[in-house]
């Protein structure tokens, strides 16, 4: 009777126990709340040229990123889940569109260069709030360089200017955010080559780092990355003759910001990127190539001014220049692969609501060198355009 009382007793405890150990799971679930939210974008527009054909394979626009279709066109639709907690969260970015496809060309890999379900992410990561100083992400993210982002409801402007557009657009990798103080912060990322967002294909990485400054009147960000952006050669029977593989891309970046006044903004964004000679193949050996470095640099200013509650007025100027032949078919180039664009854009904001902006805009690119056609088809070093954008943010 007594081991009966004894075991009787003991499941008491137990179950008594089991049920306080709910009980403490659920406040401690409790106290650490999290949310899952929806926001997103919709954007459309329409686009001409004033001193350029408009239709057919004569049609042509800035050979920067996003919003170069004729007539009346589709931008994207943007949907991002974020789920926050406490000390961990996700967000999953999906992009639709004519815009979002150009954000993630680099992505159809999996699918085995046909379009798949992967050439919707803009981005996929988790992230884990270490302490109140370090953060933790891996995944796929946006890049941390420049002024400009792929998401118009984040830019001024609806063109995007030179630097944006072949700078990276995102990273997959793992990334550490330390917070020095309240003002100073540091970034380090060990990631894929740039904008291989699936997986790495190419066996080498790339390395970033981002040291930051914030404060109430504005902000200044000096970014870099560094690494083989398509893997080293190698003599395995199946390498053609020169064939050829870049070698390592550096690029220094930096972006600042400042309130000049409670309805004048200035921004500024400048960037130098290179890509040393590399390698190629000449049929009997690798060799490493003779020359040097290509690329590209530009400086570019933001000058924005708040009109009332409902428009602003963005003026946006940049000087972009190609070295060494670092990029085809960007600007104009002279026999030497040098060659420079100076494009001016001046944008209105008129915010019909918090959620819908429509945006005109006029643009100017003047080249160095003949880049494109006039409306007599003849060779012509500028092109001026107008564009009218309505996006929708939620």
Not at 72 to 79: P, T, V
Not at 103 to 123: E, L, R
């Amino acid at each position: 009777m007594k081991k009966i009382k004894l075991s009787i007793l003991a499941l008491l405890l137990s179950v008594s126990f089991m049920s306080l150990a709910q009980e403490v799971i659920i406040v401690e679930e409790e106290s650490e709340p999290s949310k899952l939210t929806f926001s997103g974008s919709v954007d459309a527009y329409f686009r001409t040229n004033f001193n350029g054909p408009n239709k057919g394979e004569d049609f042509q626009a800035p050979a920067s990123s996003f919003g170069n279709l004729p007539g009346f066109s589709l931008g994207m639709a943007n949907i991002i889940a974020t789920y926050q907690g406490e000390k961990v969260g996700a967000v999953a970015d999906l992009v639709f569109g004519p815009r979002g496809e150009d954000a993630v060309f680099g992505s159809p890999m999996y699918a085995g260069g046909m379009a798949g379900s992967s050439q919707i992410v803009n981005q996929l990561y988790v992230y884990w709030n270490v302490n109140d100083v370090v953060t933790l992400t891996m995944g796929n993210f946006n890049t941390f360089l420049g002024y400009e982002v792929i998401s118009p409801t984040g830019n001024f402007n609806y063109s995007t200017s030179y630097m944006f557009s072949y700078g990276p657009f995102s990273h997959t990798g793992l990334k550490a955010d330390f917070a020095l103080s309240d003002n100073w912060s540091l970034m380090a990322a060990v990631m894929n080559p740039t904008d291989m967002t699936e997986f790495n294909i190419a066996g080498t990485y790339t390395l970033g780092a981002q040291l930051g400054y914030s404060a109430d009147a504005g902000s200044a960000y000096l970014n870099f990355v560094y690494g083989d952006q398509d893997g080293k050669l190698e003599d395995d029977g199946s390498l053609d003759v020169d064939q050829a593989s870049m070698g390592n891309t550096f690029q220094v970046d930096l972006t600042a910001g400042v309130d000049l006044s409670e309805t004048i903004y200035l921004g500024l964004n400048t960037t130098y990127n290179t890509t040393s000679a590399g390698e190629f193949y000449t049929g009997s050996a690798v060799q490493d190539a003779d020359g040097d470095g290509a690329g590209f640099f530009g400086v570019a200013g933001y000058l924005q001014a708040t009109t009332s509650e409902m428009f602003s007025i963005g003026l946006r100027g940049e000087y972009f220049s190609v070295f060494n032949g670092g990029l085809d078919e960007v600007v104009g180039l002279n026999g030497a692969g040098d060659g420079n664009v100076f494009a001016t854009t001046l944008s209105g904001n008129l915010r019909i609501n918090k959620n819908l902006t429509i945006i005109p805009e006029l643009r100017l690119d003047s080249m160095s060198e003949d880049f494109f056609k006039d409306n007599d088809l003849n060779d012509s070093k500028s092109l001026a355009s107008f564009m009218l954008a309505a996006v929708f943010a939620f």
